[in-house]
C-alpha cells in the first residue's frame, strides 16, 4: 500500500483574536516542515477566511492569498495529524513513541491535546529548551477562554512556545 501525502492542507491559524482558515500548498514541503523551519518567518495561504474567533461563524472577509508571520501566530490546527508532523517526527523512535497528555494556556485559548514523544524524553526539556519556535501537539480540543462554547477540534496543533503562559501535565 502506497502512502501519498496531500499537496494541499487545510488548516485554520490563529493568531490576536482571529482565525485564518486556509489551504496550504504542501506539494514541495509539509506544514510542519515549514512552521518548524527556522529560516522562513511567513507562510503563505491560499483561499484564505478571517473571522474572529467571538464569532468563528461569520467569516469578515477572505483572500485569494494570504501572508502568514509565524512569530506572531498563537498555534494552526490541521485536521490531519500527518500534515503537522515534520519529516523526522512521521517515523518512530527506537524507544518508542508515548502520548502525553498535556494542557496549554495560550492567550484567548486553552488546548488540551497529547504530545506525542519518545519513550524516555521528558516534555520540560521539549518545552522549555532547543531552538525550536513550535512544539506539536495531537488529537487536540481548543477552547476560547471568554466562552467555552467556542471550540475548535483537529488532528494536531502547532503551538508557537513563546506564547505559551501555563502547561499542565499528569507525570513527568
Given at each position: 500500500?502506497?502512502n501519498?501525502?496531500?499537496?494541499?492542507?487545510?488548516?485554520?491559524?490563529f493568531?490576536?483574536?482571529?482565525?485564518?482558515?486556509?489551504?496550504?500548498?504542501?506539494?514541495?514541503?509539509?506544514?510542519?516542515?515549514?512552521?518548524?523551519?527556522?529560516?522562513?518567518?511567513?507562510?503563505?495561504?491560499?483561499?484564505?477566511?478571517?473571522?474572529?474567533?467571538?464569532?468563528?461563524?461569520?467569516?469578515?472577509?477572505?483572500?485569494?492569498?494570504?501572508?502568514?508571520n509565524?512569530?506572531?501566530?498563537?498555534?494552526?490546527?490541521?485536521?490531519?495529524?500527518?500534515?503537522?508532523?515534520?519529516r523526522?517526527?512521521?517515523?518512530?523512535?527506537?524507544?518508542?513513541?508515548?502520548?502525553?497528555?498535556?494542557?496549554?494556556?495560550?492567550?484567548?485559548?486553552?488546548?488540551?491535546?497529547?504530545?506525542?514523544?519518545?519513550?524516555?524524553?521528558?516534555?520540560?526539556?521539549?518545552?522549555?529548551?532547543?531552538?525550536?519556535?513550535?512544539v506539536?501537539?495531537?488529537?487536540?480540543?481548543?477552547?476560547?477562554?471568554?466562552?467555552?462554547e467556542?471550540?475548535?477540534?483537529?488532528?494536531?496543533?502547532?503551538?508557537?512556545?513563546?506564547?505559551?503562559s501555563?502547561?499542565?501535565?499528569?507525570?513527568?
Amino acid at each position: 500500500m502506497q502512502n501519498r501525502r496531500s499537496t494541499e492542507v487545510i488548516a485554520e491559524f490563529f493568531a490576536h483574536g482571529y482565525r485564518v482558515s486556509g489551504s496550504f500548498d504542501a506539494r514541495q514541503r509539509t506544514l510542519g516542515d515549514m512552521i518548524y523551519d527556522i529560516n522562513t518567518s511567513y507562510l503563505t495561504v491560499e483561499n484564505a477566511y478571517v473571522s474572529s474567533i467571538q464569532q468563528p461563524g461569520e467569516i469578515s472577509i477572505n483572500y485569494p492569498i494570504a501572508v502568514i508571520n509565524k512569530t506572531d501566530l498563537t498555534f494552526v490546527l490541521t485536521i490531519e495529524t500527518e500534515d503537522a508532523l515534520r519529516r523526522d517526527q512521521r517515523y518512530g523512535s527506537y524507544l518508542g513513541l508515548k502520548l502525553t497528555p498535556i494542557f496549554i494556556t495560550l492567550p484567548f485559548f486553552e488546548l488540551k491535546g497529547f504530545l506525542r514523544m519518545p519513550g524516555r524524553f521528558d516534555p520540560l526539556v521539549l518545552l522549555s529548551s532547543g531552538s525550536e519556535r513550535f512544539v506539536t501537539l495531537v488529537d487536540v480540543t481548543a477552547r476560547t477562554t471568554f466562552d467555552s462554547e467556542i471550540s475548535f477540534q483537529g488532528g494536531a496543533a502547532l503551538v508557537n512556545k513563546p506564547q505559551i503562559s501555563f502547561v499542565g501535565l499528569e507525570k513527568l
